[in-house]
Each structure stands twice: as C-alpha cells, then as structure tokens.
C-alpha cells in the first residue's frame, strides 16, 4: 500500500502575529481550540471550527483566500492543515499554536465573560473565575493555571457548579500551600476565594510556575496497560488532577495502553509482516478506542463521548492535550513498542520513550503509583 506524503506550509507564531497586524483581512483564520478557550483567549475575526467538531464542520470553512490554522499547541493543526492541503486550500500550519504566539502578546490580564483580571494598580481586587458548567478536573485545573499568571498575594473568586469542587478546592489549597479565604454554596453555585502564596507549608519545595510543589515522595505514576476508552478517561482526568495540584506526575503506558498514543492518521514507515499484522489488529489512537465493557460493536465508545460533550466533560484528545500542556511526563514503553512493532514516528508529538529504569526511578519517587 502506498502513501502519500504531503508536505504542509508552515509558519510560525512571531511571523503570524505580524500578518494579523499587517494583512489580516486577506486571510482567513482556522481556531482549532474549544469555545471555552476561545472565549478566554479570542483571536480577531478568526473561524472557530473545535477539533472535535472538524469532521462535520470542515466544509465550512472558506477557501478563496489562505488559511493559517492554529490550535492551542500546533499539533492538532498540523494535521487539518494536512486534509485542507489535500483538498485543495493554500493551507499554512501554525506552528506552536496559540501557546506560543500568547506569549508574544503584552503581559497584561485579559477581560472576557470567563476571567476578568484586574490591573497592576489594583492588585488587591480579585480576579474572576467562572468555572461553572466545568466538570472535573476542569475547575481546578483553570485555578491553577490563573494563579500561575499572578503575583504573591493576589486574590482569585471562583464560581463552580460541580459539587465535587467544595471538596477539591479545600484540598487543592491544603497540599499547594494557597489560602482558602472563604467557601460557601449558594443556589447550587459554589464560591471560593482564594490568595496566593508560594510559601506553602515547611515541607514544601520551590514553587513551580506559583504553584507551591511537595518535596519529593508526592509524585504520581500511572501505568497505562488498558487500552479501553473508559479506562484511559479516568486515566488522565486523574493525572490533570495531579498536575493541577502542583505533582511530578508520569504516566508509563505499555502494551495495549500504547495504542493511545498512536497518531489517528496512518504514518508511512518500514514494517516486517508481523508487525504489519499488529498494525492492522489493533486500534489506532484515540477515535478507534473500545470501551471495557459495554462496547456493543463500537456503539459504545459514541454513546460515552456523546455523554461526556452533553455533559460539558472534556473529550479524551482534550484531556491528552491538557496533560501534554501542564507537563505531564507521558512515557512509552520501548520494550512493548519493539514487541507490537509501533515506531516512533507512529506516537503523538510529546511522548518520550523510556524502559524499566525510567519506570522504577518515576515509581521510587512517588508516593501512588496506579496499574490502568
């Protein structure tokens, strides 16, 4: 079987934000990213087509004039700037996605329905949050990321609905060393306010991006032998949890678990017959998950992801999205990889390869270590 190999334009982050400046209205902008990081961090005139929403919604986007697309980290874009090229678009990657053309903005707080930060010159009003609607690990995940972003002492409000919130926020600011200043339920939405400190408690180390980190022994592992969809979801929802509270956290994936880790998209490399074999028995990346139980010949999986997007729970790619961004170390097993014959160049950006050693030295230094 051949492939095509299709090279895409590329262009990158500081060169993007130049062209929105100088010629923004002879181009059209593709947002890969999901409407609650659109709302947050919104780029002029761009179309917001979310990835998880490509599929049904490519059609749409107009090809009389040049498409830069953009994600939040430039992988997800790199592969629709893939399918516009095929299909004809004068199609340009934006490489680094939206992660790194932000950080060429000016360092000042953005104002938007969901966080409204206040100025230098008033550091003692808070900043709000709306986590309302968010669904675990969502809410803590985005205190974590605002209070990055803030001085020592700063203030922060937030409002959730998730009744798992009024415990979660209690303990995220008992093991980070923040400061719960007030908690209370109203109407079914939960208030917490919350002051930054990046002293912590006495067995606390240096602070990671203002987020106030355990000494060692408080890291978390995952091994990841499963390569149901159920299983995976939980998987990461618990390492986004980790990491929002300021944890190391590694997630080991072997054997079956490898398959998450695999591109969606067929990449073209040289493969024995056996290895051929493994290649078309098991699944490829994410999409193409069963569930543990309940499959019923793929229906399954639909009904769950159709569930978790009424629910407004973050889809799997979100989640593996979210983990790669906040530093989780994901690992997978060259052994298994040798075994199944799945390359390097099969596996997802982001994904280092690493063996025994790498496992033991993770598991040594944390103080859970989780068999998926």
Known sequence: MEFED?????????????????????????????PDEVLIHPIDGAINVPFSKVSSELDSVPSDKPVYVICRTGDFSEEITEILTDRGF????????????????????????????KSE??????????????????????????????KDGATVTVEATEDAFESDIKVWCERTGNELKELKK???????????????STKASAPKDGVVVKEEGNDKTFIV???DLDKTIASFIMANGAAALGRNVTMFFTFWGLNILRRPKRVRVSKNFIEKMFGIMMPRGTTKLGLSRMNMFGAGPKMIRAIMKYKGISSLEELIDDAIAHGVRIVA??????????????????????GVATFIGAGEKSDISLFI
């Open 333 to 354: 097993c060259q052994m298994s990889m040798d075994i199944m014959g799945i390359h390097k160049e099969e596996l997802i950006d982001g994904v280092e390869l690493g």
């Open 121 to 150: 010159e008033s550091p003692k009003e808070d900043t709000f949050i709306d986590a309302k609607n968010l669904r675990c690990p969502g809410p803590i995940v985005k205190v974590a990321d605002t209070l990055r972003e803030l």
């Open 6 to 34: 299709t090279q895409i334009k590329r262009i990158s982050a500081e060169e993007f934000k130049e062209l929105l400046e100088k010629q923004r209205d002879s181009v059209t902008v593709l947002d890969l990213r999901e």
């Open 186 to 200: 109203d109407d079914g939405i939960i208030t917490a306010r919350i002051k930054k400190s990046s002293k912590g």
């Open 90 to 117: 004068d199609a340009i990657n934006v490489d680094g996605g939206y992660d790194r053309y932000r950080k060429l903005e000016p360092d000042t707080p953005v104002e938007s329905a969901d966080i409204s930060s």
């Open 225 to 227: 032998f499963s390569g």
